[in-house]
């Protein structure tokens, strides 16, 4: 017992709902997401995932090559790597059909991490809120346009 002793801690780290900060990025890293149509049609599909998924969206930031953004598994019946292919694909789809978007969309990885702790959360959240500030396209995070909360904060 004494050589698993570090592992005690991962005991704590269980979580029935646990929350993720996810960041996806567009295929070849065009920049294709900056606008209001596009916005419209991302937001859509997070609104959409409690109900298909079991997974709440809090927070986003649309950038114009990436995606940021926080979600909780409420139900526990769809893994995480399932319910971001399902966004992904269900996004391309409308984002093809309505703005003419050419496949691939998005790259087929993505980065996911869980938040630990509302320090945690915090701390991520503060990247991604001055995301755009970083990137030089806004001088306070509150003008960029393409950002968000679905069902929390």
Same mark, same amino acid.
């Given at each position: !017992?004494?050589?698993?002793?570090?592992?005690?801690?991962?005991?704590?780290?269980?979580?029935?709902?646990?929350?993720?900060?996810? =960041?996806?990025?567009?295929?070849?890293?065009r920049k294709l997401?900056?606008?209001?149509? /596009?916005?419209?049609? *991302?937001?859509?599909?997070?609104?959409?995932?409690?109900? *298909?998924?079991?997974?709440?969206?809090g927070s986003y930031?649309? !950038?114009?090559?990436?995606?940021? #953004?926080?979600?909780?598994?409420?139900?526990?019946?769809?893994?995480?790597?399932? !319910? /971001?292919?399902?966004?992904?694909?269900? =996004?391309? +789809?409308? *984002?093809?059909? $309505?703005?003419? #978007?050419?496949?691939?969309?998005? $790259? +087929?990885?993505?980065?996911?991490?869980? *938040?630990?702790?509302?320090?945690?959360? =915090?701390?991520?959240?503060?990247?991604?809120?001055?995301?755009? /500030?970083?990137?030089?396209?806004?001088?306070?995070?509150?003008?960029?346009?393409?950002?968000?909360?679905?069902?929390?904060?």
């Amino acid at each position: !017992m004494n050589d698993r002793k570090h592992l005690h801690r991962l005991f704590w780290t269980w979580n029935d709902h646990p929350r993720y900060y996810i =960041s996806i990025c567009v295929k070849e890293r065009r920049k294709l997401l900056a606008s209001a149509d /596009v916005h419209e049609i *991302l937001r859509d599909h997070w609104i959409k995932s409690l109900d *298909l998924y079991g997974w709440a969206i809090g927070s986003y930031v649309i !950038m114009p090559d990436h995606v940021h #953004f926080f979600c909780t598994d409420v139900e526990g019946k769809t893994p995480l790597n399932k !319910m /971001v292919g399902a966004w992904k694909q269900w =996004s391309t +789809k409308s *984002l093809c059909r $309505q703005l003419n #978007f050419k496949t691939p969309v998005w $790259q +087929k990885e993505f980065f996911d991490h869980l *938040l630990r702790s509302d320090e945690s959360y =915090s701390e991520k959240w503060d990247y991604v809120w001055n995301n755009p /500030v970083k990137a030089g396209f806004v001088s306070n995070p509150e003008d960029w346009d393409f950002y968000g909360h679905i069902d929390y904060e």
